[in-house]
């Protein structure tokens, strides 16, 4: 949900940033999984207008006057395609097994493995995240040692 206003902020700040003379649209956009926030916004006399469905958008014009409508999908994909391409990727998440008590990846997840590392070349990906994790059937610093050599394999393949 964070992410959400986050991001309706920042087409906010972008519309209003070297746009003091004209009019302004903050349009709330939804998650992947169809989740919308609420944007509040408080004209000069105090007024507050309300978003809080997909592809709502405010309207302020430069008399301050704050009008609420609904897009399209479509309407804003094509009114802020630029902006919309120049978000970040979002974060993937690959799970790689091991076989028990070891830290040797399976074979089966080598060709994965490879996948994954085409994914970052080709995407020119700047930060990669590894974690192992174990189970809990032997004690904590057992388990954490194979945790950490588990993530550190994958990495190791990785920068292979």
């Known amino acids: ?4 206003a986050l991001l309706g902020l920042c087409l906010g700040a972008v519309l209003f940033s070297g746009c003091a003379t004209k009019d302004v649209q903050i349009t709330l956009l939804p998650e992947d999984e169809g989740k919308v926030g609420t944007i509040s916004v408080a004209d000069n006399k105090g007024n507050v207008r309300t978003i809080n469905k ?12 704050i009008t609420s409508k609904l897009e399209t999908e479509e309407s804003v994909h094509l ?3 630029e902006v919309l391409g120049a978000l970040p990727q979002k974060p ?3 799970l790689f097994f091991f076989s028990f008590d070891s830290a040797i990846l399976e074979a089966k997840q080598l060709d994965e493995l ?3 590392a085409r994914l970052i070349r080709e995407n020119s990906i700047v930060e990669v995240i590894s974690i192992g994790h174990s ?11 194979l ?4 993530a550190k ?3 190791d393949k990785l920068m292979a």
């Open 135 to 145: 189970d809990s059937a032997d004690d904590k610093e057992y388990n954490k040692s």
């Open 92 to 94: 993937q998440s690959y």
């Open 79 to 81: 009114k802020y395609a």
């Open 54 to 65: 997909a592809y709502e958008a405010l309207d302020i014009s430069q008399k301050k006057e």
């Open 1 to 4: 949900m964070r992410r959400l």
């Open 147 to 150: 945790s950490l050599l588990r």
């Open 153 to 155: 394999a994958v990495a």
């Open 114 to 116: 490879k996948m994954v």
